[in-house]
């Protein structure tokens, strides 16, 4: 099995910083990608942004590029996500997951650990 731990979530003021991690433990080497999912009440979850566990390639969803960054510490079996000039619209769960990735990075079904969400709030 995969475990999954999020942290780092918090209140913040619109335009500030967070910085979210995923620590993963178990068995990592049933999964090849990891993504950082959110979900704001009453919405679908969205992918925002996913690596691969080799680090070489990161997706971004297009209402936080240039704000987010995704990175990972393998030796320590960590994915990141830092968030800067957060927005109130960024309010919402963030969830990690991790999976076995076979078609478009954004696709739920593909991803079988998740951890139990880390709530980010942003104050206007």
């Known amino acids: 099995q995969v475990q999954l731990v999020e942290s780092g979530g918090g209140s913040v003021q619109a335009g500030g910083s967070l910085r979210l991690s995923c620590v993963a433990s178990?068995?990592?080497?049933?999964?090849?990608?990891m993504v950082w999912f959110r979900q704001a009440p009453g919405k679908e979850r969205e992918g925002v942004a996913g690596?691969?566990?080799?680090?070489?390639?990161?997706y971004y969803a297009d209402f936080v590029q240039g704000r987010f960054t995704i990175s990972q510490d393998n030796a320590k079996n960590t994915v990141y996500l830092q968030m800067n000039s957060l927005k109130p619209e960024d309010t919402a769960m963030y969830y990690c997951?991790?999976?076995?990735?076979?078609?478009?990075?954004?696709?739920?079904?593909?991803?079988?650990?998740w951890g139990q969400g880390t709530q980010v709030t942003v104050s206007s």
């Open positions: 997951a991790a999976g076995l990735r076979a078609g478009s990075w954004t696709s739920i079904g593909q991803y079988s650990y």
């Open positions: 178990g068995n990592t080497w049933k999964y090849n990608f």
């Open positions: 690596i691969n566990t080799g680090g070489v390639f990161t």
